[in-house]
């Protein structure tokens, strides 16, 4: 229902506390009740089921988190809690076992990282034949195992004429020095190496480094097979774990309910909100489910009822700009039909070109076939703005910035630029114009409705100084059309004195801000120019002539002066294609702000008010209303 809200009606439902269960599964199949805390009774208590429905979903939730799921599923039709139960107990073991698998990875890479730590220290010894037994300590000698810093030379010299032997392998050395004078040669060695722990081997060094290197095989393969079985209890959680989860909810929802409700000794009572047209049907789906055991009766409205829109599917592709700035309360009008006429026109009146309206809509094709939920609205928003940047576009004879299309010649009905920038201004300032009164008549009408005669009158005062502001200002810069600046200030003396009666004087103190309203839209002109000076830069990238140059380089036969020619060609198009993606970008950004700028700033406050509360069906059936 377009501009009025969906109507509300409270409706209250007492049961046996023993059909509570069947009530409840009723209330959920119907869907269309806002269910808000009963003050009848006693609070009741959930169902026992929500402490089970509870605990696997923390533990399905967890699992989502480790593994980075995001995506959600539509539950049309809920399947059985022991059924998800099962399976969700089933899906902890198969965490369990995935994290298990995890931990061993990490425990075997930890263990691969060690083997090959143990195989480059013992390497050097194993090249040189060495045995593990031989390298023991002895009353004498001590051994010692260092890598090089530098060479071999400088390390000899530095220990040289002490009592040592020394083993070089590769760039590594074993030296056995004379305890006596060891720390002497650890003194002198220290600057041209670093000392390292002396392997242990069984037997030799080359059989204990092939027997690590066997090790080392063996943990790879291992690794391999508990990544692999990690990798399809990963996938097959990724499938399973959000359907149940999703499903657990919408029962952790309807376990829960009962806290809502209000409890007597015998019975449960249910309230909240049920769209009008629909209260017979919530009558219809009880006595199917609990047949003559269940009353259901209208109730006395308690607080402000809960908003819900209801537009067609061209026009609720807006809505998400309503719900952005505050859901309307229950004695607006929905405002949403007016932003899908004024948004599309402002924004298609700033950007206006036919070109960038030309690619727009091919974005928002795009958009809409690959997005869902609230990117489809934002594609289906796009596609209308900029079907009517388009048709500016014609209006300002403008094809990226160019005043020819295809080789066509376009003849601008207001030009941006030069001459026509007066009468672009004056375009913008009658769609403001026209903006803020239809706001101002908008109030009207709602204060009418409500018997606010008051405010209503006053609201006709905005419209006389509007009016009159507007011919002051025809009077001033263009007499030929009206000139009678009397006339015009008779209009605003006439709506101040008004307004300065009906709400006094901080009313009166507002006056200018309608001023400053009107002159806002001037933006939508001083935008778009910007938007066209950044097109025609563009499009002075020399594409053509650097193209004609390389074809007549390559018609003459001159392929060396082709070859070169073809690289400005390249850098010149990039620019030029890259430059007008910049101005698209930055135009459909700046249109759309500022479009919803004006909105939200001058438009809303001439009539809306907001603070209304979203309606939240037990069960989401939108699209069914």
Partial sequence: MVLKLERMERARVVCMQADAQKVVDALYDFGWIHVSRSKVGSPGVPFPEFEAVSENLISLRAIEKTLGLQAGVDVARLEPLEKLLAESSKLRAEFAEFEECRQAVAALASRAVQLREKMALAGPLAAAG?????????????????????????????????????????????????????????????????????????????????AWGRELDAVAVETAVLEKRAEALGKSLSGVVPRVRCHLEEHAKKASLPNKFGRTALLEVVEGWVPSRRFSELKSSLSRVVGARVLVEAAAAEGEPPTLLNNPPLIRRFEFMVRFFSLPSSREYDPTLFIAISFPVIFGMILGDIGYGLLAVLLSVLLYRGGKGFVRNLAGMMFISAVMTVVWGVVFGEFFGSEEMLGIKLHPIIERGGEGITLLMAAALVVGVIHLALGLLIGFVTNVVHKHYGHAAAKVCWLLIEAGLLLFGISLFAPFIFGDAMVAAGLIALGVVGLFKLEGLPAVTEVPGLLSNMLSYLRIMALGLSGVILSRVVNTVPVGSSFDSLVAAASSGNVLGAAVGVLPFLAFTAIFVLGHAVALGLGLFESGIQSLRLHYVEFFSKFYHGGGAAFVPLRDKSNGL
């Fill in 130 to 210: 060495l045995r593990g037994g031989v390298l023991g300590a002895t009353g004498l000698v001590e051994f010692r195992y260092f890598e090089l810093k530098g060479g071999k030379s400088e390390f000899g010299k530095a220990v040289a004429g002490l009592p040592c032997e020394l083993l070089f392998s590769g760039n590594f050395v074993l030296a056995g020095i004379g305890r006596k004078r060891a720390a002497e040669f650890l003194q002198r060695a220290s600057p041209f190496c670093r000392e390292l722990p002396l392997p242990q081997a069984e037997g030799t060094f080359a059989s204990q480094v092939a």
